[in-house]
Nanobody
């Protein structure tokens, strides 16, 4: 079992920056594939960024060049650095983890609210 706890959300003006953290309770996160998702009011949950065991990353087109996902295996923590924030980035952000041989994410955090004002 892996428990995930996000932190770092809040309110920021457009153009600002914010860093989200996701602390994991597992003995190690190095063998997990991890990701950030978000869900805005009235919209479906969407994938924002993901990182696999070797550190390779991928991003949604809407955040490419502005967001950076990273992991610190020693601290068992996943990060999402968000720069040049836009009002459309407003959402609840969730971190997720999966065993890399599985297709779906089985472990989810409770979410943290990010609000970007214009």
């Amino acid at each position: 079992q892996v428990q995930l706890v996000e932190s770092g959300g809040g309110s920021v003006q457009a153009g600002g920056s914010m860093r989200l953290s996701c602390a994991a309770s597992a003995d190690s996160i190095s063998n997990y594939c991890m990701a950030w998702f978000r869900q805005a009011p009235g919209k479906e949950r969407e994938g924002v960024a993901r990182i696999v065991r070797d550190g390779s990353t991928s991003y949604a087109d809407s955040v490419k060049g502005r967001f950076t996902i990273s992991r610190d295996n020693a601290r068992k923590t996943l990060y999402l650095q968000m720069n040049s924030l836009k009002p459309e980035d407003t959402a609840i952000y969730y971190c997720a983890a999966r065993a890399c041989y599985l297709a779906t994410y089985g472990y989810w955090g409770q979410g943290t609210q990010v609000t970007v004002s214009s």
